[in-house]
């Protein structure tokens, strides 16, 4: 362990593995105590994950959490806390699934135009807690709670019984989006490496739009001259502002950024899903985002990572109760230990990081000076 | 930096915590013994006996139809929630000890996105599939889709192509049972008149805006104005569509009905799923500290065997919207091939809805009065209205 690069890298897996570990050992205890049988439990949680029609259910699951996490991200790297991207996403799917609903346009141009919609709502409502910051200093995670509350309890609930498709069904909501603005399903392209994929299964192809989102999260925050200004803000605003940036231009392009990404979250269950905004539209993936993008660390990759195991976690409740082996509320269990140990764990690992930079730069100048 | 991040982990957290918990008191409560006191209130709270069809498989042993399986969807919340979702596991449980089939229960995750999945999970491995509530509408309809050899009942939605006229059925595989709640409303309406001595009673929605919990308002207040015109009526919701946390949210339900005792309705009808555990504790606290006799009406389950025991004096008597009925008819139908897609509504008239007496707080004449308005509504001489007047 003496060779610094070694140790580096030893510190860089050191937070994350210490991390599951935890929730691991945490969520034994909490098994054994509730009087399940924790070894019967993981079993069928990974003997399910193996699965060619769980893989599926994970990918699907963790599209939505991606790409929100990617959208809480975008305002974390700058320091900003958009929580706001729950009621973004919620109002720009109810759009986009009206707008969606109401044309008819040839099949790649409807569904730009869905997504186009979706943006530029999700964009406008981040944008507008933007706004109050720049102009009126208002925290914006003050403005972006608030502004969740009047996007689903007001314009939502208020427009919904307007544009809603009157079919007199009991579960009412949007008109659904005519086959020209749905996006196909992978499963022929899953099908060539694997064998059919079982009935009632659909591998979204909203997942391509998130490995998209990603690559462009990357470029834009590592290979861009904003995304420089971003990370730099987000690292010193006092010296970035000092090397000429403007630090209110950064605020409202990072939330509307964020917005526009966030708007994107609904997709999967307007596209590829739903086809339409209705009462059991899913709610609450804004929050994942924010767990999601935390665990990440705010990396492309590591948001991606974090995805996938909470989509893991998540597609482990239906063996878990078909089997008995376990209550479901392990899986509630272990994604906050998992968050709460990685967070603690990232704050250790950068401490002992820091210590070590700290002893490798006091080497060097003593071996300078000798 | 470092002391955002910390606020932000403890806003996360706590979210995370919230939703830890809500699952968790849940399946306490299951362990506790209210599923097992569900089926006992099936046998309690009915006079007569549901309107079963014949049953030829009573009598046979109970291994004979082990390859038959089938398979409960919740709603969100899953068992325990002390109402509507054990109501559908008592007829479940009951179907099982009856036919000695196999039952498996599931339920969501708590944003309710892989309703799809745990459809197709029990299809998977059951002949028949109850979905248990109208937010399984869509996902059953492309589920059955794909499994054209199962069979699927939605409680709550009529599972009706409205588009056509006549409607047709939603898929060939697809039955919707709905329950005539006004009915029951109804005759719960009839109970609180005779009952209220401030000439004030109160309604207490979970979610307004979508039409379901205003049929049961409409009832409830029908009723209340057959016996009395006179006698107030205030209602109110929890919260308005498309928020459904007012069927979740006993600290509300409880203020609210808190707030209606102190002006003065002295009987409140909660149609609020679990939300209705507030306003008995409300009405308990209200009778503590005022010592008079204030009451609930519950909704669903019979409540006065649900609620924790503490609070039990205050349920008047319960709409019972018998989905323990329906599943069990349907699992029968099924297994004896009389299964029919499409729309089966249960009213009054195959006890598909009712009161409960567990208590004894309605006296025999107040019983027979509201015996005389069922049988009114039953024989078509009152229409019971679904829309607030």
């Known amino acids: 362990m003496n060779n610094p690069t070694l140790r580096r890298i030893a510190l860089a897996l050191a937070a994350p593995a210490l991390a599951v570990i935890v929730a691991v050992v945490v969520s034994s205890i909490v098994l054994i105590i509730s009087g399940s049988n924790p070894i019967d439990a993981y079993h069928d949680m990974f003997t399910n994950a193996l699965k060619l029609e769980t893989s599926i259910d994970i990918l699907n699951r963790a599209t939505p959490f991606y790409i929100s996490g990617v959208a809480a991200a975008i305002g974390f790297r700058m320091n900003l806390f958009n929580i706001g991207v729950e009621g973004q996403y919620l109002l720009a799917a109810f759009f986009a699934s009206v707008v969606g609903g109401a044309v008819n346009l040839p099949p790649v141009l409807h569904v730009t135009l869905v997504l186009l919609v979706a943006m530029a709502v999700g964009a406008s409502w981040s944008g507008l807690a933007g706004v109050l910051k720049v102009t009126r200093g208002v925290n914006e995670v003050i403005s972006t709670i608030m502004l969740n509350f009047i996007a689903t309890g007001g314009i939502i609930a208020g427009l919904i019984v307007v544009w809603q498709d009157n079919t007199g069904q009991v579960n009412s909501g949007t008109t659904p989006l005519p086959k020209s603005g749905r996006m196909p399903d992978l499963n022929s392209w899953v099908e060539v490496f694997t064998r059919d994929i079982g009935k009632g299964r659909h591998l979204t192809g909203v997942l391509l739009l998130a490995i998209a989102v990603g690559v462009a999260y990357h470029l834009f925050i590592n290979r861009s001259r904003m995304g420089y200004e971003f990370r730099a803000s987000g690292y010193n605003p006092f010296a970035a502002r000092a090397g000429g940036i403007a630090p209110k231009k950064m605020v409202l392009s990072a939330m509307v950024l964020s917005g526009a990404i966030a708007g994107l979250v609904g997709m999967v269950e307007v596209l590829s899903d739903n086809y339409r905004y209705d009462q059991s539209f899913v709610r609450g993936l804004g929050f994942q985002g924010i767990a999601v993008a935390l665990l990440g660390r705010n990396k492309p990759a590591g948001i991606a990572v974090a995805a996938l195991l909470f989509g893991f976690l998540d597609a482990s409740r239906g063996p878990l109760q078909a089997s008995g082996s376990a209550s479901t509320e392990i899986v509630v269990i272990m994604q906050a230990t998992i968050l709460l140990a990685a967070v603690v764990a990232y704050e250790v690992v950068s401490r002992a990081r820091q210590k070590n930079e700290a002893s490798t730069a006091a080497a060097l100048l003593a071996g300078s000076q000798s | ?389």
């Open chain 2, 1 to 389: 930096m470092r002391k955002r991040l910390l606020i932000l982990t403890a806003i996360v957290a706590s979210f995370t915590l919230v939703a830890a918990a809500c699952g968790d008191s849940g399946s306490t409560d299951t362990t506790s013994g209210t599923t097992t006191a569900a089926p006992t209130t099936t046998v309690a709270s009915t006079t007569e006996a549901p309107a079963t069809t014949a049953a030829p498989d009573t009598t046979a042993a109970p291994d004979t139809n082990s390859s038959f399986s089938l398979g409960i969807a919740f709603d969100i919340g899953g068992k325990g929630d002390q109402s509507f979702n054990d109501s559908a596991a008592a007829g479940a449980d009951k179907a099982a000890a009856d036919f000695g089939i196999d039952v498996s229960f599931v339920e969501p995750n708590a944003d309710g996105s892989d309703r799809a999945n745990i459809l197709q999970g029990q299809a998977d491995q059951s002949d028949l599939v109850v979905a248990v509530g109208f937010l399984f509408a869509d996902d059953v309809a492309k589920v059955a889709a794909d499994n054209p050899d199962v069979k699927f009942a939605v409680i709550d939605d009529a599972m009706l192509n409205l588009d056509n006229d006549p409607p047709t059925p939603r898929g060939d595989n697809i039955a919707g049972l709905t329950f005539a709640e006004e009915q029951g409303s109804f005759l719960v309406g009839v109970a609180a008149a005779l009952n209220t001595k401030t000439n004030k009673v109160g309604f207490l929605g979970g979610v307004s805006g979508f039409g379901l919990i205003e049929k049961f308002q409409a009832g409830y207040e029908a009723g209340v104005h057959a016996v009395d015109p006179s006698i107030e009526v205030v209602s109110q919701y929890i919260t308005e569509f498309p928020d459904f946390d007012g069927f979740i949210s006993p600290d509300r339900g409880k203020e609210i009905a808190a707030a209606m005792y102190e002006s003065g309705a002295d009987i409140v009808y909660a149609a609020a799923g679990s939300s209705g555990g507030g306003m008995f504790q409300a009405a308990k606290e209200y009778r503590d500290a005022n010592g008079d006799t204030v009451w609930g009406i519950g909704v669903d389950s019979d409540q006065y065997n649900t609620v924790d025991p503490s609070v039990r004096d205050t349920v008047l008597t319960s709409m019972l919207k018998r989905v323990d009925v329906a599943v069990y008819q349907a699992t029968q139908a099924v297994i004896d091939g009389t299964f029919t897609a499409g729309n089966t509504i249960y009213d009054l008239s195959v006890d598909g809805v009712g009161y409960s007496t567990t208590g004894d707080f309605l006296t025999a004449d107040q019983i027979a009065q509201i015996e005389k308005f069922k049988a009114q509504i039953i024989d078509g001489t009152i229409v019971v209205p679904t829309v607030p007047a």
